[in-house]
């Protein structure tokens, strides 16, 4: 679309990050910590680059408050917390009751970081005069699939997207502008990357290169019955590995929590109470007024003239917009520009669409970008919210709001009576219940890590007092006291008997499947195909023949490829190997041929690739030697 209105984008895409060692360290820990799938998907939600939007807290002051600065450029806790939140609350959503408080730490240096990798870029474009121009930002929003509706740009789409994130176009059009300019960087530097033509070469023919080859595989878990531990190594086993069996310390704990979904609970709130609510936050109920217009656009007077003359004798407006109009956006609409409220167009536009009435036709408006011929077709009043209908949602605001003042005064008579009570007492005055958990060890990830630390503390533990105040996320905490513990324990044979004996058998028949795959190997190669078919047939084996693969195929295991594509090139007769391809396969591989089939598509898209990592690589330095030339500091305590 042609502009006619200030232009803003939302940025969904990826923002430039650079993950520092002390975050990486954080990240690490954090997988350590959580088993199987969730640690992954923890790292992943953690690392991934973080969106733009953010909507500002209800009941904050932080604008003035400094969490880091790069020499005289300042970060506001405001804008940290813009970008903080909702992230925080993308990773509490997808990770439920397996989010806690040490989430927060690694999400708070990731997010500050890349704050100010963002400023840094920001200085160094412009010390480097780079800028984005009005046509660029008009170019990109006009294609954005964020704001288009049916294949067209959609004003009214693109309002409330912008509204319902909590930006006013001032504030998103410098956004968007700055990242803009960031990324003319980076494309400059994937430019200026090159590769020499004997590098390339190198690396296509191995990228290209095909493989044929079929393989047997053997498991270790099909051959278990054909093998047996007996009752003496099993027993020596069992001797020789005694400090491997054993029950580790266990022990069960008392505790009472207080968390703010109770103590919002507690709380009430006056109709009247209410009702100034309401009125102090008026602003947050009311629609203003919007309007509904159609325009032509004209870069010349003369041909502007032209059309409104058209207009004046009973031309249509919507045929005479697709006929002249110079709003590309538009005019296939009929310059149907949808509903808008004020400060979306340009002044002179503005100004005049809300002086007319419905029905009106406009002279000709300038504008920076031209003349607009202005037909106003709807005038939609602006509306508040009654009181009765955000009843319940100023209730929520104000529960809240009180509840978490009401924690903070509760956490500390928490702490207090912990100090100088027993549980029961705690209990009985703040009106907590005491529960009671299962037995758990230190390796336990059924609790939340605090509590399992605090649990095995000497204070705890050994002393039998109180815990401190654990603080599980900023509106639960919890005060433990040990129930009762048991000591480590050594396993006794009978308890250990079948676990030791089916681990023998195991590796009995990893090492049997181990013998069939080298006797397949030792035969094929002496072309004793008799010797071959018999141990295929009395083990039920078949060959799965692959085929012309290259390294990147689905047809088969990646392990099972990269194993293929390591052995040595057949000279005149297949190449067979017999592989271990893990504690509980074996293999057999049958390689007849290598082949490299280039093509200048594959170069192309190699090239492609290779150029983009040494670009990154490029930029990662350059952050690093921005870094270091300028002052940072981050104040930890106020993130």
């Known amino acids: 679309m042609f502009i006619i209105f200030v232009f803003h984008y939302l940025n969904f895409d990826a923002c430039l990050t650079s993950i520092n060692p002390p975050l990486i360290i954080m990240l690490s820990s954090i997988k350590n910590k959580t088993k199987g799938w969730v640690a992954y998907l923890i790292v992943g939600l953690i690392t991934v680059p973080f969106a733009l939007f953010g909507i500002n807290e209800y009941f904050t002051g932080t604008s003035n408050v400094v969490v880091a600065s790069i020499d005289d450029d300042e970060i506001s806790k405001e804008e940290f917390l813009a970008e903080f939140n909702p992230q925080k609350r993308r990773l509490q959503k997808n990770l439920a009751e397996k989010y806690n408080t040490d989430f927060d730490t690694v999400l708070k240096q990731s997010i500050i970081n890349q704050m100010i990798d963002k400023r840094l870029l920001d200085q160094l474009a412009e ?56 990324n003319q960087i980076k494309y400059n530097l ?16 191995l990228n290209d290169q095909q493989r044929e080859f079929s393989y047997i595989k053997l498991s270790a878990d099909d051959y278990t019955s054909k093998v047996n531990a007996d009752e003496k190594s099993v027993e020596d086993y069992y001797n020789n590995q005694k400090e491997s069996f054993f029950t580790p310390e266990q022990t069960k704990i008392e505790f009472v929590e207080l968390s703010l979904a109770e103590v919002a609970r507690t709380i009430g709130v006056t109709n009247d109470e209410l009702l100034g609510i309401y009125e102090d936050e008026q602003a947050r109920f009311t629609t203003e007024e919007e309007r509904q217009a159609q325009h032509i656009l004209l870069t010349t007077q003369e041909n502007a003239n032209k059309v409104l003359d058209l207009l004046n004798k009973g031309g249509d407006f919507s045929k005479l917009a697709a006929q002249y109009s110079q709003d590309t956006g538009s005019k296939d609409t009929g310059g149907d520009l949808g509903l808008f409220g004020r400060g979306v167009m340009v002044g002179a536009f503005e100004e005049s669409a809300f002086s007319m009435q419905e029905g009106d036709l406009s002279g000709l408006v300038k504008s920076e970008f031209g003349y607009h011929i202005i037909k106003l077709n709807k005038i939609q009043a602006g509306t508040v919210k009654s009181f009765d209908s955000v009843k319940s949602e100023l209730t929520q605001l104000y529960t809240e709001s009180q509840a978490q003042k009401d924690l903070y005064n509760l956490r500390e008579q928490l702490a207090n009576l912990a100090y ?52 599980l996320d900023k509106n639960r905490f919890v005060v433990i006291h040990l129930k009762q513990k048991l000591p480590q324990r050594q396993k006794t044979f009978k308890e250990v008997k079948g676990e030791i004996n089916t681990h023998l058998t195991g590796l009995l028949a990893k090492t049997f499947v181990d013998n069939i795959a080298t006797q397949i190997v030792t035969s094929s190669k002496v072309g004793d195909l008799k010797s071959v078919d018999q141990l295929m047939s009395k083990n039920s084996l078949k060959w799965e023949a692959i085929g012309w693969v290259k390294r990147d195929t689905t047809k088969a295991d990646t392990l099972i490829v990269n194993k293929v594509f390591a052995l040595p090139k057949p000279k005149t007769n297949p190449v067979f190997s017999a592989q271990s391809l893990d504690r509980r396969n074996a293999l057999v591989i049958n390689l007849t041929g290598v082949k490299i089939s280039k093509s200048k598509a594959s170069k192309a898209n190699l090239e492609k690739v290779l150029l983009g990592f040494e670009s990154n690589e490029i930029f990662v330095n350059i952050f690093q030697t921005l870094r270091a030339k300028a002052e940072i500091k981050v104040f930890n305590t106020k993130l």
């Open 420 to 471: 100088e009570a027993n549980l029961e007492e705690v209990s009985s005055q703040m009106s907590l219940k005491i529960n009671t958990s299962d037995f758990f060890d230190r390796d336990s990830t059924k609790l939340d890590a605090k509590i399992v630390a605090a649990a095995f503390s000497d204070v705890v533990l050994n002393k039998g007092e109180n815990s401190e105040v654990l603080e």
């Open 190 to 205: 994937l430019d200026s990357a090159f590769m020499l033509p004997s590098q390339l070469e190198k690396l296509q023919n």
């Open 127 to 182: 010390s480097m005069s780079h800028a984005t121009s009005v046509s660029e930002l008009n170019a990109i929003i006009q294609t954005n699939d964020l704001f288009q509706d049916e294949g067209r740009f959609s004003l009214e789409k693109y309002k409330n997207l912008l509204r319902l994130n909590g930006y006013t176009p001032s504030e998103y059009e410098s956004v968007r502008s700055k990242e803009l300019t960031q």
